[in-house]
């Protein structure tokens, strides 16, 4: 450990800073450093080291930081992961690609011939749309109780609102319009361009804690036992699988650990990859513990409207006959724009190229299941007459803009598309031409 705090330090004094941004003043850690490496091409040396020297000691200083950034975790087999569950909450997750779901399946409800569902997205910022649609469908005087409620990504921090009814539209709007998400993306400086992500993870979490309550989920534990599910979507990152947690079992465990895994798995469902950190969650098998790494369920299931396992099973036997609402926290089509050549910017447009292609093959995957079985699948999504965010990030003045739209597209029920139930395919249009600014 003193090794790690030596190297750290000598990394700053020697300028390791400046060679990530080339010798101008950026901030690490809120404090802004001059680069070295403008003053190793003069001919200078920022530690009385000559220039070859200099350089061996901020490569050095790099893969040290790294192996000092890095969290020791426990290894564990793929034998292990395929059993392992959470220890005290048997059966608090399942996983969408098990091939029991066409035995076990979970959109089937006892005494519920006619469930009503609702499958929520993810979007980043572009959550606030969902916000808003649920919130001026609840001043329509229309909006159903939900019987099935499912989110991944920025649907997860919906969903668990979403399920509890039009009482809660209030907490929707505060999260999405309060300005809190404003302050997600806190550079850690080094420590994050070496550990596990760019940005604090405390921002996210902590507004999970203040709006996840403990009365929160008291009333979704009353509404499972009353024969209602919550699903919430992660992606284990060490299995590649996707897990689907019954967030009403865990709400209705009296084990003391439930209510930080109910909050954990809502972090883990909206922690970007690189951007915030992973979330550990503690599992067991065959008597050994361990953590599995957990991200953005909108890596490998941005929309669940029937897990994976299921939609490859051509034998599946569904009692029931859902009515399911899908929102789409974004465009439906892709949609042209010149990205400008930065790094930043080229990581954000094919991370979200990946799963827009992702989310409309779903959809379209889902949307055949469900027209062969006749169910009703209506579907609604941010319009394409909509301006998108112009950079990267939760700009408050854009989420407060699109959540009153979301209001009045909801209120209007303009938004909704149907597809199910007809022989028209679900709509998925294409966007016009958009240069971007350079």
Same mark, same amino acid.
């Given at each position: 450990m003193m090794v790690c705090h030596c190297v750290h330090d000598a990394a700053i004094v020697t300028g390791l800073a400046g060679v990530v941004n080339r010798g101008s003043m950026i901030s690490v850690g809120g404090h802004p450093r001059r680069g070295a490496l403008g003053a190793l091409r003069r001919g200078g040396s920022a530690a009385g080291l000559p220039w070859l020297r200099q350089a061996v000691a901020l490569v050095f200083c790099a893969v040290l930081l790294t192996a000092c950034a890095s969290t $020791?975790?426990?290894?564990?087999?793929?034998?292990?992961?395929?059993?392992?569950?959470? /220890?005290?909450? $048997?059966? &608090?997750?399942?996983?969408?690609?098990?091939?029991?779901?066409?035995?076990?399946? $979970?959109?089937?409800?006892?005494?519920?011939?006619?469930?009503?569902?609702?499958?929520?997205?993810?979007?980043?910022?572009?959550? &606030? #749309? +969902?916000?808003?649609?649920?919130?001026?469908?609840?001043?329509?005087?229309?909006?159903?109780? #939900?019987?099935?409620?499912?989110?991944?990504?920025? +649907?997860?921090?919906?969903?668990?609102?979403?399920?509890?009814?039009?009482?809660?539209? /209030?907490?929707?709007?505060?999260? =999405?319009?309060?300005?809190?998400?404003?302050?997600?993306?806190?550079?850690?400086?080094?420590?994050?361009?070496?550990?596990?992500?760019? #940005?604090?993870?405390?921002?996210?979490?902590?507004l999970i804690a203040k709006y996840v309550t403990p009365e929160v989920i008291a009333s979704i534990a009353d509404a499972y036992q009353r024969g209602r599910r919550l699903y919430i979507v992660t992606t284990n990152l060490d299995a590649q699988r996707t897990a689907i947690w019954d967030m009403g079992r865990i709400a209705a465990s009296r084990d003391p650990r439930a209510p930080a895994l109910f909050r954990q798995v809502i972090e883990a469902s909206a922690s970007i990859p690189g951007i915030f950190s992973p979330v550990l969650i503690d599992v067991a098998a065959q008597g050994r513990s361990f953590a599995e790494m957990h991200v953005d369920g909108g890596i490998t299931s941005n929309v669940l409207v029937v897990p994976e396992a299921m939609l490859t099973n051509q034998t599946v036997q569904i009692r029931t006959k859902p009515r399911i609402y899908v929102i789409l926290n974004?465009?439906?089509?892709?949609?042209?724009?010149?990205?400008?050549?930065?790094?930043?910017?080229?990581?954000?447009?094919?991370?979200?190229?990946?799963?827009?292609?992702?989310?409309?093959?779903?959809?379209?995957?889902?949307?055949? =299941?469900?027209?062969?079985?006749?169910?009703?699948?209506?579907? &609604?999504?941010?319009?394409?007459? #909509?301006?998108?965010?112009?950079? /990267?990030?939760?700009?408050?003045?854009?989420?407060?803009?699109?959540?009153?739209?979301?209001?009045?597209? +909801?209120?209007?029920?303009?938004?909704?598309?149907?597809?199910?139930?007809?022989?028209?395919?679900?709509?998925?249009?294409?966007? +016009?031409?958009?240069?971007?600014?350079?």
């Open positions: $020791p975790r426990i290894p564990y087999t793929q034998q292990e992961q395929a059993i392992a569950d959470i /220890p005290g909450i $048997p059966g &608090a997750r399942f996983w969408a690609d098990d091939p029991s779901l066409a035995r076990n399946n $979970p959109l089937d409800v006892p005494g519920r011939e006619r469930p009503t569902m609702l499958a929520l997205s993810g979007g980043g910022a572009d959550g &606030a #749309f +969902g916000a808003g649609l649920l919130t001026g469908w609840s001043q329509r005087g229309d909006r159903p109780q #939900f019987t099935i409620v499912t989110g991944a990504s920025a +649907g997860a921090l919906i969903a668990p609102f979403a399920f509890l009814g039009t009482g809660y539209d /209030p907490v929707l709007s505060s999260v =999405f319009t309060g300005g809190e998400m404003a302050g997600f993306l806190r550079f850690q400086g080094l420590s994050g361009l070496l550990g596990t992500s760019l #940005f604090e993870a405390a921002p996210l979490r902590e974004s465009k439906l089509g892709p949609y042209f724009e010149l990205v400008p050549a930065s790094t930043v910017q080229i990581a954000v447009r094919a991370f979200e190229t990946s799963v827009r292609s992702n989310t409309r093959n779903t959809l379209l995957a889902s949307y055949e =299941f469900v027209r062969k079985r006749g169910w009703d699948m209506t579907l &609604a999504a941010i319009d394409e007459s #909509f301006p998108s965010q112009e950079k /990267p990030g939760f700009d408050t003045t854009y989420m407060r803009g699109l959540f009153e739209f979301g209001v009045e597209q +909801g209120r209007s029920g303009a938004a909704w598309r149907t597809g199910a139930g007809s022989d028209t395919p679900l709509p998925i249009r294409h966007r +016009g031409p958009r240069v971007a600014a350079q």
